[in-house]
């Protein structure tokens, strides 16, 4: 027996299965399971469906759903989209303190709407929201290993979730070479306390072992906090005796850490790793930067909004516990916090940086950073398509 003709006998039946009582019910069922040589229980749910498709009854059982509102998605979208599709347990948090600057740049919502947009759950939000990750190609590694001085900075294995004194930082740099290695052009410096999650970056041309170390210092002079070490890979960048010079060498420096990642092991310094995609790549992508000109126009961009921004508004979680569970090790982190606030909670910090950061904080405007941050981005990506294009120009000449 073929589909339609089970089909044909299920609607011959099923409207004088609905219209008829309990104990004709049973007769129509073992008439049914008889043609159809189907199971009794198959055959109820079979025919408990009506002609449409929906099931009997009325509608769904519970409650009506809260959130399931177009105005109300539209309005967590709009949040989601500021807060640059960050995930729910960050919007979360963020929601209490950025919907008062959100609301004076965008226009005020219904009550109604503000109302659920503060009592949404994590796990409702998570439903809700379906993650937006950009389809981006994979970069290209330069990194080289330095073989001179090797023996003299250290190997760190261990991760950093250990430690409790900010100041460790981890260092990186990342190319914007596009799809080729070849050629001078715009690397970025990036560096993270994996302590704090206190975060800066630098743009330099080329990756020079002295404009490196310039930007290193000039990153240690923009820190909330001392300078208690590095931690680097195998590149020439930083495995040099300008390096070595400025913070090997130097009496005044006893306790300072300077360590290096196994060679090929990328995970070793996992932190700073993470920040290369979270940070420069999101901003800046993997297009080829060759333009010289970008880079005081994107020092400019680190040093300041993008700054200000990833370190006072940006939530990032941090690992606390793990913990060994045969050969799999199951991590349980903590709730999210901008590296501003771990910096005010850390006992190792000054009370007057303290109170300088907490003065700075009450003058920033997120949505505001955000959008001067969108506008600097279009000026650099402008400038370096009109660049481009007078070079073509002059070498067509």
């Not at 009506?64 to 509102?69: E, F, I, L």
């Not at 919502?109 to 937006?132: D, G, Q």
């Not at 002079?221 to 070490?229: D, E, I, K, N, V």
């Not at 931690?231 to 290096?260: C, M, P, Q, W």
Request: hydrophobic residues 35%.
């Amino acid at each position: 027996m073929n589909e339609r003709v089970k089909s044909y006998i299920l609607e011959s039946f099923r409207e004088k299965y609905h219209r008829a009582g309990k104990r004709a019910k049973g007769d129509i069922l073992e008439e049914v399971c008889e043609l159809l040589g189907c199971h009794r229980k198959h055959a109820v749910r079979v025919m408990s469906k009506r002609a449409s498709g929906r099931k009997s009854g009325c509608s769904k059982r519970g409650p009506k759903p809260k959130y399931d509102n177009p105005e109300f998605r539209q309005a967590l979208h709009r949040v989601r989209k500021v807060m640059e599709f960050r995930n729910a347990e960050v919007i979360k948090e963020n929601i209490p303190e950025w919907l008062p600057f959100i609301e004076s740049h965008y226009g005020e919502f219904k009550p109604e709407i503000r109302e659920k947009l503060l009592a949404v759950s994590i796990s409702t939000m998570k439903r809700l929201l379906k993650r937006m990750r950009e389809q981006a190609g994979k970069g290209l590694s330069t990194t080289r290993p330095g073989s001179i001085l090797r023996t003299e900075i250290p190997i760190r294995v261990e991760s950093f979730s250990n430690e409790a004194v900010p100041g460790f930082m981890a260092l990186d740099t990342v190319a914007h070479c596009g799809s080729s290695t070849e050629g001078q052009y715009v690397f970025s410096l990036d560096s993270v306390c994996p302590v704090t999650h206190w975060t800066a970056q630098r743009a330099l041309w080329g990756k020079g072992a002295a404009g490196t170390l310039a930007q290193t210092q000039d990153i240690e002079s923009s820190l909330p906090f001392p300078l208690m070490g590095l931690h680097v890979d195998n590149g020439t960048e930083f495995i040099n005796h300008h390096y070595k010079r400025a913070y090997l060498d130097i009496k005044s420096r006893n306790n300072f850490y300077f360590t290096r990642s196994r060679a090929y092991h990328k995970n070793d310094n996992a932190h700073v790793e993470q920040k290369n995609w979270s940070v420069v790549r999101r901003y800046f992508g993997y297009d080829r930067l060759h333009v010289q000109e970008l880079v005081p126009m994107m020092n400019e961009l680190y040093k300041n909004e993008l700054n200000l921004y990833l370190n006072h508004f940006c939530r990032t979680f941090k690992l606390e516990q793990k913990i060994a569970i045969k050969s799999r090790y199951k991590r349980i982190y903590g709730t999210p916090k901008t590296p501003y606030q771990r910096v005010l909670e850390s006992e190792h910090v000054s009370d007057e940086t303290k109170k300088r950061l907490i003065k700075e904080h009450k003058k920033l405007d997120p949505v505001k950073l955000r959008l001067k941050i969108e506008q600097k981005l279009k000026n650099i990506f402008a400038t370096y398509k009109r660049t481009l294009k007078a070079r073509a120009s002059s070498s067509a000449a």
